[in-house]
């Protein structure tokens, strides 16, 4: 009584917790490159370069999402 599969499927509890755990780790990445950028003191090009970077990684994650729901048709 009270287990997890009780109330969602495995596949369901792995599909939020990929959600929720990548949303954290990405709030995570960004306060560490907003650190490693304000005390490299490279400037605003060190800023775009940095966040540039992580950002490329969030539009591929994102993407992969929709590409997914694409092919399973909704």
């Given amino acids: 009584a009270g287990m997890i599969t009780d109330y969602m499927t495995i596949a369901e509890f792995e599909d939020y917790s990929l959600k929720i755990c990548f949303t954290i780790l990405i709030l995570f990445m960004f ?10 003191k490279g400037g605003k090009w060190a800023y ?5 970077g992580l950002g490329l990684g969030m539009v591929g994650f994102i993407a992969k999402y929709f590409i997914k729901m694409s092919l399973q048709g909704g």
């Avoid at 306060?31 to 490299?40: C, M, T, Y």
């Fill in 31 to 40: 306060f560490i490159v907003f650190d490693l950028a304000r005390k490299s």
């Fill in 48 to 52: 775009i370069a940095l966040f540039g």
